[in-house]
């Protein structure tokens, strides 16, 4: 099955630098890859996804990349703000299944 | 658009007694619900996917005769924890899967449990 790795575990920035959160998979079959953002008691919440399609997607001030070839994308945020502060997961899956095998987290912390 | 509900956000109960969580999808028909347990600083773990109509499909390790899901419309799925006991306390999201967009996962916003 699909194995997604996330990395850094922890991250502290201060505000107004960039973050950057990487995450790799193992099935090339996977072809939808979805961030999500959860603050500290609440559910997590979709910010950005790409498909395998495209090698980047820009929304403001975040931005995600792929690369397919060497399984792996990348969660980019720029000019970081204290509410960006949050756990952030990746996931990959199949379009065509259901399952998202979902990175084991990154807790970012922008310092003020 | 693409907003999920849960019903209740957080549940307080005496160990033995049984507890039914909702989640519906508000604004779109879920083709597919997920129901995840994540504990605390741990990232999500899928306990079963649940199609309308359907039987659910539970993963390895997880108890179907303890977490009854029930999925009896395209906005609706419930998540009944049996007899439950101390060690089922966590935290319970679910996810509403739509094809619009080609099978994006929106989750609710959590169901805290906690069993005395």
């Known amino acids: 099955g699909e194995n997604v790795e996330q990395h850094p575990s922890t991250l502290s920035v201060q505000e107004g630098d960039s973050a950057v959160i990487k995450c790799t998979y193992s099935?090339?079959?996977?072809?939808?890859f979805p961030w999500y953002k959860q603050e500290l008691g609440k559910g997590p919440q979709l910010i950005i996804d790409?498909?395998?399609?495209?090698g980047e997607k820009k929304d403001q001030r975040i931005a995600v990349t792929l690369n397919k070839t060497a399984k792996h994308f990348s969660l980019h945020i720029t000019e970081t703000q204290p509410e960006d502060s949050a756990v952030y997961f990746c996931?990959?899956?199949?379009?065509?299944?259901?399952?998202?095998?979902f990175g084991t987290g990154t807790s970012l912390t922008v310092i003020p | 658009g693409a907003v999920v509900s849960q019903h209740p956000s957080w549940v307080i109960c005496k160990s033995g007694t049984s507890v039914k969580i909702e989640c519906r999808s508000l604004?779109?028909?879920?083709?597919?619900m997920f129901w995840y347990r994540q504990f605390p600083k741990q990232s999500l773990m899928l306990m079963a996917t649940?199609?309308?109509?359907?039987?659910?499909?539970?993963e390895q390790g997880v108890e179907k005769d303890k977490f009854l899901i029930n999925h009896a419309s395209l906005t609706l799925s419930t998540l009944t924890v049996t007899s439950a006991h101390p060690e089922d306390s966590s935290f319970y999201i679910c996810?509403?899967?739509?094809?619009?967009?080609?099978?994006?996962?929106?989750f609710g916003p959590g169901t805290r449990l906690t069993v005395l």
């Open positions: 996810s509403a899967s739509t094809m619009r967009g080609g099978r994006t996962q929106y």
């Open positions: 099935d090339s079959a996977s072809n939808y």
């Open positions: 790409i498909r395998s399609n495209v």
């Open positions: 996931a990959a899956s199949i379009n065509t299944g259901n399952q998202f095998y």
């Open positions: 604004d779109f028909q879920a083709t597919t």
């Open positions: 649940s199609n309308e109509g359907s039987k659910a499909t539970y």
